[in-house]
T-cell receptor
């Protein structure tokens, strides 16, 4: 079974600074997807960014980028120019590609990101 | 555009009572549908997923069941709730190899 580990229960960053959230995973599969989701106090789960394992190029979405190291099974999220609205729980998630996209997500326990004004 | 509706937003139920949470998706056909539970201070745990009408896969043995009576409707049920069923329940949808998109969730408290 796959597992996802987020070793940082809480991170704090000054507004406008850059912060990196860590995620490692364990799998024996070669084809899979990785995701970062954001959960603000409203508790809605919002997709931040996704990465296909077969792609070597790291995904980028505006101020959000990932450092995907497949051999190390590492998938960190970098948030540049942090904003107050970035404050939330961030969850790393894994999805196998064996089910044609239908498989559920395996989540880490999350990192609580605090933005200091 | 696709939207997902989940209700109720909040529910308080006594132990031993039945449960029915509903989720519907608009703007897409034959979506994959999912139910997750989030315990306090923890990540999400997959409970059920469905790739089509009447097709339900269970990930965790528990006091809950799921049904998909229509293409874009997914229902989470229980005949008798336990205290351990308390939590935040989220429905999600996806199509083909796309990412999952979540509803706003239901906060379930068992008394």
């Amino acid at each position: 079974a796959q597992t996802v580990t987020q070793s940082q229960p809480e991170m704090s960053v000054q507004e406008a600074e850059t912060v990196t959230l860590s995620c490692t995973y364990d799998t024996s599969e070669s084809d899979y997807y990785l995701f970062w989701y954001k959960q603000p106090p409203s508790r809605q789960m919002i997709l931040v960014i996704r990465q296909e394992a077969y792609k070597q190029q790291n995904a980028t979405e505006n101020r959000f980028s990932v450092n995907f190291q497949k051999a190390a099974k590492s998938f960190s999220l970098k948030i540049s120019d942090s904003q107050l609205g970035d404050a939330a729980m961030y969850f790393c998630a894994y999805r196998s590609d064996s089910g044609g996209g239908a498989d559920g997500l395996t989540f880490g326990k999350g990192t609580h990101l605090i933005i200091q004004p | 555009s696709q939207t997902i509706h989940q209700w109720p937003a909040t529910l308080v139920q006594p132990v031993g009572s039945p449960l029915s949470l509903e989720c519907t998706v608009e703007g897409t056909s034959n979506p994959n549908l999912y139910w997750y539970r989030q315990a306090a201070g923890r990540g999400l745990q997959l409970l059920f997923y469905s790739v089509g009408i009447g097709q339900i896969s269970s990930e965790v043995p528990q006091n809950l069941s799921a049904s998909r009576p229509q293409d874009r409707q997914f229902i989470l049920s229980s005949k008798k709730l336990l205290l351990s069923d308390s939590g935040f329940y989220l429905c999600a949808w996806s199509v083909r190899e796309g990412p999952q998109h979540f509803g706003d969730g239901t906060r379930l408290s068992i008394l």
